[in-house]
């Protein structure tokens, strides 16, 4: 009996067929960077890099299974994945290949190619485990500018990666939309310049820098490239067209791009992974020279800015656009208040420096006016090393909590499981900011929620709560509208949910924040 009990333990632990010499190829000339376990291919049909084929060697035979797995963000430590596609093959021992042939109009970015053989999992240990399968590289037109912004007259470079013979390069701007023969649907922005032929033929097995816009006299404003090829494959470079000189316009406003870049899930080590400290906590910092994932446009940008920008142009106000370099590279608040009468953030202003905390946090002691029209602002330090962005703490765990400046600070997030409409509480105190509105106190307005904010003790005092929506999140968590000002003459507005700005196409909001912005934009 003891002799069978061990045979069968030992039949358990056997390992099952194993894949020898793995290694995957396009059939082409390499990419540059490609490898053994990565591979570039580019499915447009011109029979140069359409597909990816797997190669390995079985000492036995036996079935092999291959999932193509586009891998997703990570929350709570659980990667999640997707089987774009998938086949099983039964092969006798020796060698075998197995190949994807990707379809017109996959998503340009990293996929895992999982294989199973026996009990065998080749790419199934996660982000933060050690890459042991093939990844195919699906590659359109990957598109980046070198800065996140210029001023006029600067020539801007952009590092492309494609292997699309010829390009077509112009220049767009966001705006209220226009003739569809102007406009880019993806991005919703204006054409500025006319289509511009690049002849790409030298570049196309690595990357290179072209010297393509030199930023004319336009307007302040956000802007994107786009590039197209002949087969449909395009890429969107975005950058922010700065003032000449600070203070063009009494109103600063100032795109979260810190949060573009902690959100971008591109994968430039090859691992089948987004390179962000979202995906895993193996990254503590992002590289800012990527292009982002979704065809170079920023992660949920329709969400957080584009109606915002948007209600400005149909408005009429003219600002001045700023990068979070530009923020960080004015020398104190003193300056950024003799510059600038308000400050609006109207998306995702998660993550600082510490000497942009420290600008903002002087500006509004010495009377400078803000507006926070999201969620989750000014939440954790990050520090600006080279071209790579790092996380550091928390700040309200650094003595200095958020609140503090904001009014309200970060209470929780549900991923916009639960929404619902603001319940005024403050017209009757702040009769201003409803003027005009039709809201009265108990009133409904809107449909809020994925990441909210709250006061907490380290609130300004004398701070008065303009809406909420009561226990959102469960166990006492509320959405919380404030507004609140300071000896010094500072007003600070802070919407309090993360996707009141995606809301001023509704009447009532669009003369909500009018009202807001003439209390705080006037000298």
């Known amino acids: 009996m003891t002799a069978l009990l061990l045979a069968a333990v030992a039949a358990v632990a056997t390992p099952g067929p194993a894949l020898l010499g793995l290694h995957v190829s396009s059939g082409s000339v390499p990419f540059a960077g490609d490898r053994s376990l990565l591979t570039t291919v580019s499915p447009n049909g011109d029979g140069f890099r359409d597909s990816a084929t797997v190669h390995f060697r079985l000492a036995r035979p036996a079935r092999v299974r291959l999932e193509v797995v586009a891998t997703n963000m990570v929350r709570a430590g659980k990667g999640g994945t997707t089987v774009v596609w998938r086949t099983t093959r039964r092969f006798g021992a020796g060698q075998g290949v197995l190949t994807w042939r990707p379809a017109r109009g996959t998503q340009p970015r990293t996929y895992v190619m999982r294989l199973r053989v026996g009990n065998r ?57 226009g003739r569809p023969s102007e406009q880019d649907v993806k991005t919703s922005s204006l054409a500025m310049t006319g289509p511009i032929r690049v002849d790409w033929r030298a570049h196309r097995d690595r990357p290179a820098l072209l010297r393509v816009v030199r930023a004319g006299e336009w307007p302040s404003g956000l802007y994107f490239v786009r590039t197209s090829a002949a087969d449909g494959r395009v890429g969107y470079a975005p950058f922010i067209v700065r003032p000449r000189q600070l203070g063009t316009h009494r109103v600063a406003v100032v795109l979260a791009t810190n949060t573009w870049a902690a959100y971008n899930f591109a994968d430039t080590d090859a691992d089948g992974w987004g390179d962000s400290w979202y995906v895993t906590g193996r990254h503590r910092s992002v590289d800012l020279r990527r292009p982002f994932l979704d065809f170079g446009v ?110 309200v600070q970060y209470v929780g997030s549900d991923h916009g499981q639960r929404q619902a409409g603001y319940t005024v509480t403050g017209a009757a105190v702040a009769p201003w900011a409803f003027d005009g509105t039709g809201l009265v106190d108990g009133g409904l307005f809107g449909r ?13 005092r004398g701070i008065q709560l303009l809406a909420h929506i009561p226990d959102l999140l469960g166990h006492g968590r509320s959405a919380e509208m404030t507004y609140y000002e300071t000896p010094s003459g500072a007003k600070v507005f802070a919407a309090g949910a993360l996707n009141f700005g995606a809301s001023l196409g509704r009447p009532e909001v669009d003369r909500l924040l009018a009202n807001v912005w003439a209390r705080l934009a006037a000298p």
């Open 121 to 177: 999992i080749y790419g199934g240990s996660g982000p933060s485990g050690r890459q042991s399968a093939p990844v195919v590289r699906v590659q359109g037109i990957d598109a980046a500018f070198t800065k996140r912004s210029y001023a006029p007259g600067q020539t801007a470079e952009l590092r492309l990666a494609t292997d699309a013979r010829l390009l077509r390069l112009q220049v767009f701007a966001y705006q209220a939309p």
């Open 448 to 460: 809020y929620g994925i990441e909210i904010d709250a006061r907490t003790a380290a609130s300004p």
């Open 298 to 407: 920023p992660f949920r940008f329709h969400d957080w800015d584009l109606e915002f920008i948007a209600w400005l142009n149909r408005t009429g106000r003219a600002v001045d656009f700023l990068s979070d370099d530009d923020l960080d590279a004015v020398a104190n608040g003193d300056e950024l208040a003799r510059r600038y009468d308000l400050v609006v953030f109207p998306g995702h202003e998660e993550y600082v420096t510490r000497h942009a905390y420290n600008v903002i946090a002087r500006y509004r002691n010495v009377g400078g006016n803000l507006a926070f029209l999201a969620a989750n602002n000014l939440y954790r330090r990050v520090d600006r090393v080279g071209q790579r962005l790092v996380r550091r703490g928390l700040w309200r765990k650094l003595s200095r909590p958020e609140a503090s400046i904001v009014g």
